[in-house]
Structure formats: C-alpha cells, structure tokens
C-alpha cells in the first residue's frame, strides 16, 4: 500500500468513528478512509508502506523510522494527517478487541495527533517514533519506554516521555532501562504505584533536582545510577545481578 495522508474530511470521520466505539451503537472499521480520494491523498513520491503485525512498540518505532527516513515529508512531527492515517492503519494493534469484542480506544490523542508537548507523546506511533528517533544511535538503550504491546502506555513511558528534556537525555534514559527493564523476561519490572518511592515519578523528580547542580547531558548512565538514592536499590541490585 502507498502511503497516504488524512484529510480534515478524513480526520472528522477517524474520529466519529473513534467517538462511536464509546457508545451503543459503534461504526464499523472504515477501512474506505484508507484510500478514498475525498478523505486522503498519496504522499509524492510514492512510499510503500506494509501492514504487517509488530510485536512491541519497539518493532513499530524501528520500521516507521525507517520508512520515514526515506520519505520526502518535511516537519514529520507535524505531519497531524500522516499520523492519523497510520494510525487507521494499524488500527486493530493500537486498539485491540476485548475479550467481550469491545474496543476501548481511549482518548484521540492515542491516534489523532495533539501538538502540545505534553500530549503529543500519547499518540501511539508518532510518540515512539520521536523516542526512537532521539535515541537512534543506541535505539536499544531506550527499551524502558519502548517494550510493551503497541497500545500499551507505561507508568514509565508517560512519565518520562512527557519531560521535554529528560526523554532526549541519553544518559537518563539509559539509566530508566537499566533500573526498570527486565532484559530476561523483555518486560517492565515491577515497579508499583507512581507515587511509590523508587519509581519513574520519583526518579523525575529527583533528576530534575540533580539538573539544578550538574549537566545531566555531561553524564552518563552509570554517574547517575551511582548518584541516585537508596530507594532505588532494589533496582540496582537486580540490573547488577543479570
């Protein structure tokens, strides 16, 4: 299939559709949207774009890096009909049927693209492929926030993802993968409430204290893991055991 851009007339019936699911009477899949002339348009020069199945969010990131680095779009992370486009697309992994065949799609955000630095990162393929992007060079080392299920949104992933500096920091996202991804089961650890001493809130919280005194970009992983408190032990401990 050639990608292709929503349309505002595109965008609008995404999401009534998206708007339908939460009520009695849910619309069925527009599948139309994908190719119909009135609601989308080719993207020149013409790129394939493949419908295949990912099995992370990590998986999904790598390829739309990929197929984008080779495309002719500019201002990619403003390109709102590109993304809601994918996001019909890939419609049934980002919003999976229950176990009742429901869907639950959650707010727009998730598919249609919001431009406030705060929300942006909820849209379940341009927010991935902008960590992705960041971390290109050493994409692994962002596993934190980019394991899971592609409609699946961590604890972690927002509450870093969501800090305009701290997601961007190599060091500091390395240093969440080391403390919170468990490289044997390919899965976050445990980690408990948010609020809960030791998580990715506190972890925030604390690195934006550090960044008062120091150059957090100047570190790496292992200077702030060393510099953390002890409540964040028992995840030391366990990366260290592996």
Known sequence: MKLRRLNEQGVERFAAFLDSLKTDAPQLYPESLLSDPEASEEIEPATEVELRTFGSRFA???????????????????????????????????????????????????????????????????????????????????????????????????????????????????????LYFDQEKDRLKRIGHRSKPGSMRRLQQILKQFDVTWDLYSMNSEHLLAMLPEEFDRFKMTERAK
């Open 60 to 178: 999904i990131a790598e390829y739309l890096h990929s197929l984008l680095a080779n495309s002719s779009i500019t201002d990619v992370d403003r390109a709102r009909g590109l993304w809601a486009w994918l996001a019909l697309l890939y419609f049934e992994q980002l919003c999976p049927k229950g176990k009742n065949g429901d869907r639950s799609p959650g707010e727009r955000a998730r598919y249609i693209p919001e431009f406030t630095y705060r929300r942006i990162y909820r849209h379940l393929l341009l927010g991935p492929y902008r960590v992705y992007r960041a971390h290109r060079e050493d994409p692994k080392q962002a596993l934190a926030l980019l394991c899971g299920k592609p409609h699946e949104l961590s604890d972690v992933y927002r509450d870093l993802a969501e800090d305009q500096e701290l997601v961007r920091n190599p060091a500091v996202v390395g240093a969440a993968t080391r």
